[in-house]
């Protein structure tokens, strides 16, 4: 494989990230096919807080994008991750970990207290997020909603994404 580098997202790539991202939750058990109209839907809406695409020297490969959410109706330094795409040839071969390790490096510099997600407990863990009993997302099984707390103290109530979830 060619070197992947990691990098925000420009204008120009609008349309390469849908087709992969297309491509990459096609199928998926736990997709609903709207994922790209997400993505498209943040941008418009000014809640794209973070969008990094990896791309290798011919193509956009990878996307990752982070939003704010808010806790018991409150808006505060909380986001919310994903979602997170890799081309289906190129799944599990450390991509998506980059991805994560960029995402969350760029919002503790931006000075996050914090990012939620919802996926595989096992996955995420390596990154260190954790459900937590006390943060809530009705709806999906509570295990595979999680945090990773990056300053202060774990907050407690309902999370509520950007209105680009639906």
């Not at 709207?34 to 996307?63: F, M, Q, Y």
């Amino acid at each position: 494989m060619n070197a992947v580098a990691i990098r925000p997202e420009e204008p120009s790539d609008h349309a390469a990230i849908a087709v992969m991202t297309e491509a990459a939750f096609k199928g998926g058990k736990h997709s609903d096919g709207s994922e790209v109209a997400i993505v498209d839907r943040l941008r418009k809406d000014g809640d794209l807080t973070l969008s990094l695409v990896a791309e290798d020297a011919e193509r956009i490969i990878g996307h990752v994008a982070v939003s704010p959410v808010t806790i018991d109706g409150k808006a505060g330094s909380w986001y919310g991750l994903g979602p997170i795409s890799v081309l289906p040839s190129l799944q599990r071969g450390g991509i998506g970990f980059r991805l994560m390790q960029r995402a969350i490096a760029d919002m503790r510099e931006r000075g996050a207290a914090g990012i939620v997600l919802l996926g595989d407990p096992a996955y995420y863990a390596r990154f260190g997020f954790e459900h937590d009993p006390r943060l809530e997302y009705p709806g999906p099984p509570p295990e595979y909603f999680q945090r990773l707390v990056i300053a202060g103290d774990a907050p407690t109530g309902v999370v509520s994404y950007a209105p680009a979830f639906g």
